[in-house]
Protein backbone atom coordinates (compact mmCIF):
# COMPACT_ATOMS: atom_id res chain seq x y z
CA UNK A 1 0.00 0.00 0.00
CA UNK A 2 0.78 3.76 -0.30
CA UNK A 3 1.33 3.90 3.44
CA UNK A 4 0.90 2.48 6.99
CA UNK A 5 -3.04 1.77 7.63
CA UNK A 6 -4.22 0.99 11.07
CA UNK A 7 -8.18 0.09 11.76
CA UNK A 8 -10.47 0.63 13.30
CA UNK A 9 -9.71 4.67 13.22
CA UNK A 10 -11.65 4.65 16.15
CA UNK A 11 -13.28 2.27 18.89
CA UNK A 12 -15.21 2.94 21.70
CA UNK A 13 -15.07 0.52 24.48
CA UNK A 14 -16.51 0.00 27.58
CA UNK A 15 -14.52 -0.67 30.58
CA UNK A 16 -13.39 -4.06 31.35
CA UNK A 17 -13.88 -5.18 27.48
CA UNK A 18 -11.10 -6.71 25.47
CA UNK A 19 -9.51 -4.56 22.04
CA UNK A 20 -7.49 -5.61 19.47
CA UNK A 21 -6.37 -3.02 17.15
CA UNK A 22 -4.33 -3.22 13.75
CA UNK A 23 -2.08 -2.19 11.96
CA UNK A 24 -0.83 -2.78 8.21
CA UNK A 25 2.96 -1.49 7.54
CA UNK A 26 4.12 -0.38 4.68
CA UNK A 27 5.21 -3.76 2.37
CA UNK A 28 9.02 -4.52 2.82
CA UNK A 29 9.17 -2.37 5.92
CA UNK A 30 11.21 -4.43 8.67
CA UNK A 31 11.09 -2.68 11.55
CA UNK A 32 7.31 -1.75 13.03
CA UNK A 33 6.26 0.30 16.52
CA UNK A 34 3.76 1.14 18.49
CA UNK A 35 3.38 4.46 20.39
CA UNK A 36 0.35 5.47 22.54
CA UNK A 37 -0.23 9.28 22.42
CA UNK A 38 -2.59 10.65 25.31
CA UNK A 39 -4.25 13.87 24.98
CA UNK A 40 -2.26 17.16 24.06
CA UNK A 41 1.02 15.04 24.70
CA UNK A 42 3.83 13.32 22.38
CA UNK A 43 3.63 10.07 21.69
CA UNK A 44 5.34 7.38 23.76
CA UNK A 45 7.20 4.18 22.60
CA UNK A 46 5.26 0.80 23.70
CA UNK A 47 6.98 -1.83 21.75
CA UNK A 48 9.13 -2.88 18.55
CA UNK A 49 9.15 -5.36 16.27
CA UNK A 50 12.28 -6.60 14.05
CA UNK A 51 10.19 -8.87 11.46
CA UNK A 52 8.26 -11.56 13.93
CA UNK A 53 10.46 -11.09 16.76
CA UNK A 54 9.26 -8.55 19.55
CA UNK A 55 12.76 -6.99 20.31
CA UNK A 56 11.39 -4.02 22.81
CA UNK A 57 7.67 -4.62 25.08
CA UNK A 58 9.19 -1.81 27.95
CA UNK A 59 6.58 0.64 27.11
CA UNK A 60 3.91 -1.82 27.14
CA UNK A 61 2.03 0.19 30.23
CA UNK A 62 0.92 -3.29 32.00
CA UNK A 63 0.39 -6.94 31.20
CA UNK A 64 -2.80 -5.86 30.16
CA UNK A 65 -1.32 -4.70 26.86
CA UNK A 66 0.44 -7.59 24.27
CA UNK A 67 1.14 -7.15 21.18
CA UNK A 68 2.00 -9.66 18.06
CA UNK A 69 3.56 -9.82 14.76
CA UNK A 70 3.13 -13.22 13.73
CA UNK A 71 4.50 -12.94 9.74
CA UNK A 72 6.71 -10.62 10.00
CA UNK A 73 3.85 -8.03 8.42
CA UNK A 74 0.85 -7.28 9.67
CA UNK A 75 0.78 -6.46 13.56
CA UNK A 76 -2.24 -6.38 16.36
CA UNK A 77 -2.40 -4.90 19.56
CA UNK A 78 -4.13 -6.09 21.94
CA UNK A 79 -5.78 -4.77 25.22
CA UNK A 80 -7.62 -6.81 27.67
CA UNK A 81 -9.56 -5.49 30.61
CA UNK A 82 -9.48 -2.19 29.12
CA UNK A 83 -9.56 0.77 31.63
CA UNK A 84 -10.18 4.50 31.56
CA UNK A 85 -6.67 5.27 31.24
CA UNK A 86 -6.06 3.38 27.82
CA UNK A 87 -7.84 5.82 26.40
CA UNK A 88 -5.43 7.16 23.79
CA UNK A 89 -4.73 7.60 20.22
CA UNK A 90 -2.53 4.49 19.45
CA UNK A 91 -0.19 5.20 16.39
CA UNK A 92 1.73 2.34 14.57
CA UNK A 93 4.63 3.65 12.57
CA UNK A 94 7.04 1.15 9.97
CA UNK A 95 10.39 1.58 8.63
CA UNK A 96 13.08 0.09 6.61
CA UNK A 97 16.08 -1.96 8.29
CA UNK A 98 18.67 0.61 9.30
CA UNK A 99 16.91 3.43 8.19
CA UNK A 100 16.13 6.31 10.76
CA UNK A 101 13.14 7.22 9.12
CA UNK A 102 9.26 6.13 10.39
CA UNK A 103 6.38 6.26 8.62
CA UNK A 104 3.11 6.67 10.77
CA UNK A 105 -0.43 5.34 10.34
CA UNK A 106 -3.25 7.90 11.09
CA UNK A 107 -4.00 6.11 14.71
CA UNK A 108 -6.75 4.37 16.62
CA UNK A 109 -8.40 6.11 19.09
CA UNK A 110 -9.33 4.59 22.02
CA UNK A 111 -12.18 5.67 23.98
CA UNK A 112 -12.83 3.26 26.95
CA UNK A 113 -16.26 4.50 29.01
CA UNK B 1 7.99 9.05 29.83
CA UNK B 2 9.17 11.92 27.26
CA UNK B 3 12.42 12.86 26.31
CA UNK B 4 11.98 16.38 26.71
CA UNK B 5 10.54 19.91 26.41
CA UNK B 6 9.68 22.37 23.88
CA UNK B 7 9.71 25.78 23.95
CA UNK B 8 7.04 27.34 23.57
CA UNK B 9 4.02 25.27 24.18
CA UNK B 10 1.80 27.44 21.94
CA UNK B 11 2.72 29.98 18.69
CA UNK B 12 0.60 32.24 17.02
CA UNK B 13 1.93 34.38 13.56
CA UNK B 14 0.46 35.89 10.68
CA UNK B 15 1.27 34.15 7.39
CA UNK B 16 4.87 35.19 5.82
CA UNK B 17 5.70 35.65 9.37
CA UNK B 18 9.55 33.12 10.51
CA UNK B 19 8.30 30.48 13.27
CA UNK B 20 11.09 29.29 15.45
CA UNK B 21 10.90 26.38 17.78
CA UNK B 22 13.07 24.63 20.29
CA UNK B 23 13.50 21.20 21.41
CA UNK B 24 15.65 20.34 24.44
CA UNK B 25 16.52 16.87 25.64
CA UNK B 26 18.10 14.84 28.37
CA UNK B 27 20.25 11.95 26.97
CA UNK B 28 23.40 11.37 24.23
CA UNK B 29 21.51 10.68 20.67
CA UNK B 30 22.33 8.60 17.33
CA UNK B 31 19.82 11.46 15.52
CA UNK B 32 16.64 13.84 16.07
CA UNK B 33 13.83 14.13 14.04
CA UNK B 34 11.19 16.66 13.50
CA UNK B 35 7.29 15.60 12.86
CA UNK B 36 4.59 17.45 12.01
CA UNK B 37 0.80 16.39 13.18
CA UNK B 38 -2.67 17.93 12.06
CA UNK B 39 -5.21 17.93 14.25
CA UNK B 40 -6.23 14.02 14.51
CA UNK B 41 -3.85 12.78 11.89
CA UNK B 42 -1.04 10.52 12.39
CA UNK B 43 2.61 12.24 12.32
CA UNK B 44 4.56 13.16 8.89
CA UNK B 45 8.22 13.30 9.24
CA UNK B 46 9.73 16.35 8.53
CA UNK B 47 13.64 16.37 8.62
CA UNK B 48 16.34 14.23 10.39
CA UNK B 49 19.67 15.73 11.72
CA UNK B 50 22.17 13.45 13.03
CA UNK B 51 24.54 13.68 15.90
CA UNK B 52 27.40 14.80 13.89
CA UNK B 53 25.37 17.30 11.73
CA UNK B 54 24.92 21.33 12.72
CA UNK B 55 22.50 22.44 10.29
CA UNK B 56 20.32 21.63 7.79
CA UNK B 57 17.74 22.51 5.53
CA UNK B 58 14.69 21.15 3.16
CA UNK B 59 12.51 23.64 1.52
CA UNK B 60 11.30 26.49 4.16
CA UNK B 61 12.71 24.36 7.03
CA UNK B 62 15.74 24.57 9.03
CA UNK B 63 17.09 22.64 11.75
CA UNK B 64 19.91 23.28 14.07
CA UNK B 65 21.12 20.91 16.48
CA UNK B 66 23.26 21.66 19.09
CA UNK B 67 24.45 18.63 21.10
CA UNK B 68 26.60 20.44 23.75
CA UNK B 69 23.46 22.01 25.00
CA UNK B 70 21.50 18.91 24.02
CA UNK B 71 19.14 21.21 21.63
CA UNK B 72 17.47 21.82 18.61
CA UNK B 73 15.60 24.25 16.84
CA UNK B 74 12.62 24.25 13.94
CA UNK B 75 12.87 27.22 11.86
CA UNK B 76 10.11 27.34 9.19
CA UNK B 77 10.24 30.85 7.00
CA UNK B 78 7.34 32.07 4.94
CA UNK B 79 4.82 30.22 7.02
CA UNK B 80 1.77 29.10 5.02
CA UNK B 81 -1.91 28.82 7.07
CA UNK B 82 -1.07 25.14 6.09
CA UNK B 83 1.71 25.03 8.45
CA UNK B 84 -0.81 25.20 11.49
CA UNK B 85 -0.48 21.96 13.59
CA UNK B 86 1.58 20.52 15.98
CA UNK B 87 5.28 20.18 16.15
CA UNK B 88 7.29 17.60 17.90
CA UNK B 89 10.82 16.92 17.94
CA UNK B 90 11.84 13.08 18.71
CA UNK B 91 15.34 11.73 19.57
CA UNK B 92 16.58 8.28 18.64
CA UNK B 93 19.61 6.68 20.85
CA UNK B 94 22.48 5.02 20.06
CA UNK B 95 21.06 1.50 20.85
CA UNK B 96 20.55 -0.90 18.44
CA UNK B 97 17.40 0.01 17.62
CA UNK B 98 15.81 3.25 16.45
CA UNK B 99 13.33 3.39 19.50
CA UNK B 100 11.84 7.34 19.11
CA UNK B 101 11.48 9.20 22.22
CA UNK B 102 9.58 12.49 21.69
CA UNK B 103 9.13 15.83 22.92
CA UNK B 104 6.22 17.65 24.31
CA UNK B 105 5.17 19.56 21.23
CA UNK B 106 4.60 22.86 20.15
CA UNK B 107 1.00 23.97 18.52
CA UNK B 108 1.81 26.65 15.69
CA UNK B 109 -0.86 28.53 14.68
CA UNK B 110 -0.84 30.15 11.53
CA UNK B 111 -3.65 32.79 10.54
CA UNK B 112 -4.08 34.09 7.18
Known amino acids: GAGVSQSPRYKVAKRGQDVALRCDPI?????LFWYQQALGQGPEFLTY????????KSGLPSDRFFAERPEGSVSTLKIQRTQQEDSAVYLC???????????FGPGTRLTVL | SQQGEEDPQALSIQEGENATMNCSYK?????LQWYRQNSGRGLVHLIL?????REKHSGRLRVTLDTSKKSSSLLITASRAADTASYFC????????????FGTGTRLLVSP
Open chain 1, 93 to 103: ASSLRLSNEQF
Open chain 1, 27 to 31: SGHVS
Open chain 1, 49 to 56: FQNEAQLD
Open chain 2, 27 to 31: TSINN
Open chain 2, 49 to 53: IRSNE
Open chain 2, 90 to 101: ATASNTGFQKLV
